[in-house]
């Protein structure tokens, strides 16, 4: 039974971690998970807060259930390094935050951008929201579902609707469909990731789209970029959905396993879900016909383009030869 065991050294890394043994002792043929609650038990930190790293070469030791320790090269008195990676947060709980910001911001901006023009605040009760909506269905070739600039176009108001569907749609999957490889992130991070969508898509977004004097407002509702716009938008954002549902039938539940994604669009690019969601962007940004939306899907592309590459080198490393390797990350015969 002693062979069983292992002595592992205990040595801090960076910033120490209060009452870090020098010492701890657990099964070699015990899972990764169970190094890491036993020195979260004994420093009475939580172990979302601890890295793990072999002191002979470095190599990460991952917080996991499906790894033993000694397939990870541990032996008995091996030194391993500890970091405390500082106070931690839910993954999930980051993401209903920052979509929680664009489903705040535009209503309210819609309700109130378009009421700051001059002939409004002289006549409020003549231009009530959404009041050229009953001309539009009842009579769709009147001149009256034309707005002036003093209540919200049919642009800002698809523009509208189609923004609140979207992160709407991100909020649920968020609570319903997502499984996440690790449970947390580091807390700062949230203020980072409030900054792209409570600030980009959410406050800059909806002030240059609802102001009367905005580009939205200006477009016609006759144009046919609407119906394409609207086309493009209801189309992504089903097989951007369709796309989460395959990752998660990837991943069991409480697992960090993986398996090799498959199903429509996975043959194309590595990351078909970010090819959808641009194309979900391409459509509001013909209904809206905004320079925001411009600006807020090509940071957003940006970043998914590093994610896609990541991930692909990532699906290479781990299937190796099972996995069929991809030419292009996220946009076919592009990137």
């Not at 657990?26 to 072999?54: D, F, M, N, W």
């Not at 391993?80 to 709980?93: A, E, F, S």
């Not at 960090?256 to 078909?272: A, H, N, S």
């Not at 896609?308 to 069929?324: D, L, N």
């Amino acid at each position: 039974m002693a062979q069983d065991k292992l002595t592992l050294s205990v040595r801090p890394r960076g910033k120490p971690v209060k009452k870090l043994p020098e010492e701890t002792v657990v099964p070699s043929s015990g899972p990764c998970s169970e190094l890491y609650t036993t020195l979260a038990s004994q420093s009475r930190t939580s172990v979302h807060r601890l890295r793990i790293t072999k002191g002979s070469d470095g190599s990460y030791i991952p917080n996991t259930s499906s790894i033993i320790l000694q397939t990870t090269g541990l032996r008995h008195q091996s030194t391993i390094y500890v970091k405390d990676l500082g106070p931690q947060i839910p993954w999930r709980t980051v993401f209903v935050i920052e979509y929680l910001g664009p489903l705040l911001i535009h209503p309210v901006l819609y309700f109130t951008l378009p009421h700051t023009s001059i002939s409004y605040l002289q006549h409020p009760t003549a231009y009530p929201p959404f009041s050229f909506l009953p001309a539009l269905l009842n009579n769709p070739s009147s001149q009256s579902i034309v707005p002036s600039n003093d209540l919200p176009s049919l642009g800002q108001t698809l523009t509208l609707i189609m923004t609140l569907l979207h992160f709407t749609k991100r909020e649920l999957e968020t609570l319903y469909i997502h499984r996440f490889s690790a449970s947390t992130m580091p807390a700062f991070n949230i203020f980072k990731n409030c900054g792209h969508y409570w600030g980009l898509s959410g406050l800059i977004m909806a002030f240059f789209i609802y102001v009367p004097s905005s580009s939205t407002a200006a477009v016609s509702a006759y144009s046919p970029l609407i119906y394409i716009g609207l086309a493009l938008f209801t189309v992504g954002e089903i097989l951007n959905f369709n796309t989460h549902l395959s990752l998660r039938d990837l991943r069991k539940e409480g697992s960090t396993e993986r398996g090799i994604p498959k199903g429509l669009g996975f043959d194309w690019v590595t990351c078909p879900n970010y090819l959808f969601e641009l194309i979900a962007w391409l459509g509001i940004l013909l209904v809206s016909w905004n320079w925001t939306v411009i600006l807020f899907a090509a940071v957003a592309m940006i970043q998914m383009y590093l994610w896609s590459w990541k991930k692909e080198r990532r699906y290479r490393k781990e299937f190796g030869a099972a996995y069929k390797k991809k030419r292009f990350a996220m946009l076919p015969g592009l990137i």
